[in-house]
């Protein structure tokens, strides 16, 4: 064997060490213990939203990030399902709010399927909760309403944004959402940008714990009308 070919195959051999180094990680001893306070059902509020209430206001008291950052999973008419960050803007007894872009990936799977779910994690709490139900599009009125009150530069953004498609210039772009941000003209909601709201059929609230005896209780239902059930960890 020449040379070339030998150093060629000890590259080649190097690259595959560093390739599988980089990717391969075993996470199997990963884990930490929590001392939170437990779960059980003479605590938990019998109204869901009851309940999401108090935690989201211990998050919003005892977390480091968003604690209305979640996770929003969709599934088209292809049956793929898609999860992504968004922030939950309003609750109250009827749904959760976000808002998007109607034209996004997500905007067009809940146009073609309109289940979707909504996670939360609270690491510092070590809470999880799962809502699961239908959605549809708020009034044009109440997105205009949020829509005002976002800073400028962010409904310029959300004019301008072709949100989930291909970007063709990053420059391009932000030139344009600082042109549309500094002149003084209104910046008036566009038609395919407004809120969403999921009103939930299902709610689980996992409560970590110690040694890995986790409390989660389910509660199935709509509007004031709802059942509890605690599940196994
Ligand atoms: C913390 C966080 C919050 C976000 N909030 C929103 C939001 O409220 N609305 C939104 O459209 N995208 C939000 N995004 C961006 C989305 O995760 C996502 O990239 C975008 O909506 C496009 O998703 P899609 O292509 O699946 O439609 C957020 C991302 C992060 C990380």
Known sequence: MGFDIFFALVIKFN?????????????YGMRRDYSPKPLNIEAIDKNPFVQFD???????EYEDIEANAMVLSTVGKEMLPS??????????????IFFSNYKSHKGKQMEENNNAALLFFWPKTMRQVRIEGSVKKIAASESDEYFKSRPRESMASAALSSQSMQLPSREIFDADVKRLSECTDEIKRPEHWGGYIVEPVLFEFWQGGINRAHDRFRFTGKGSQWKVVRLYP
């Open 54 to 60: 108090l935690w989201f206001r211990e998050a919003t």
């Open 83 to 96: 999860s992504r960050m968004v922030l939950l803007k309003k609750y109250f007894q009827y749904g959760f």
């Open 15 to 27: 690259d595959f060490l560093l390739y599988n180094s980089m990717i391969e990680k075993e996470l």
